[in-house]
Nanobody, 120 residues
Framework: QVQLVESGGDLVQAGGSLRLSCAASGSSFSINVMGWYRQAPGKQRELVATITSGSSTNYAASVKGRFTISRDTTENTVYLQMNRLKPEDTAVYYC??????????????WGQGTQVTVSS
């Protein structure tokens, strides 16, 4: 089983930036697709971005052009660079392996997530 630990969340003003990290441990990290997800209060969890083992990326329309997902296979880590943050980006952010690149189909148990709060 893979354990996932997210970090990097913080309180930031609108227009600011954050970089989230996801460290994976346990079974092999040679997973094809890794994703970042988020869940705002009262809303369903949504898929924000995915990256394949070949570094192809896919983004939700709401974050395209502002967020960048990347991965370091040697370090078993996935990153999410978030720029030009908006109050509507406020959520708990999670990472996971995903079946596919565009629909939310997580593989492993969720980690604790990391809180991102964007003030207006």
């Amino acid at each position: 089983q893979v354990q996932l630990v997210e970090s990097g969340g913080d309180l930031v003003q609108a227009g600011g930036s954050l970089r989230l990290s996801c460290a994976a441990s346990g079974s092999s990290f040679s997973i094809n697709v890794m994703g970042w997800y988020r869940q705002a209060p009262g809303k369903q969890r949504e898929l924000v971005a995915t990256i394949t083992s070949g570094s192809s990326t896919n983004y939700a329309a709401s974050v395209k052009g502002r967020f960048t997902i990347s991965r370091d296979t040697t370090e078993n880590t996935v990153y999410l660079q978030m720029n030009r943050l908006k109050p509507e980006d406020t959520a708990v952010y999670y990472c996971n392996a995903n079946l596919g690149i565009a629909t939310i189909r997580p593989i492993y148990s969720w980690g604790q997530g990391t809180q991102v709060t964007v003030s207006s």
